[in-house]
């Protein structure tokens, strides 16, 4: 009986283990993360290079 009551608990015990779990969804944070920063850094590319681009036309050059 002994024997049985250990395997109960050790099963038990590996349903409740969640740290897997946990760092596959830090893992996804993480990665949504990095897809938000790559967004917001190609934005920021694109607008500067309009800004640019517009400040050489008003200077007379020529844009590119």
């Known amino acids: ?3 049985y009551t250990k395997i109960q608990a ?3 015990s590996l349903r409740t283990d ?7 969804e ?3 944070m993480v990665s949504l993360i990095a ?4 967004g917001a850094v190609g934005a920021i ?3 500067l290079t309009g800004m640019f681009n517009g400040v050489a036309v008003d200077l ?5």
Do not use: Q, R, S, W
């Open 1 to 3: 009986m002994k024997f």
């Open 10 to 12: 050790l099963m038990n």
């Open 18 to 24: 969640e740290e897997g779990a946990t760092a596959v």
């Open 26 to 28: 830090y893992g996804l």
């Open 35 to 38: 897809v938000v920063i790559i």
């Open 45 to 47: 590319g694109l607008a």
């Open 60 to 64: 007379g050059g020529t844009p590119g």
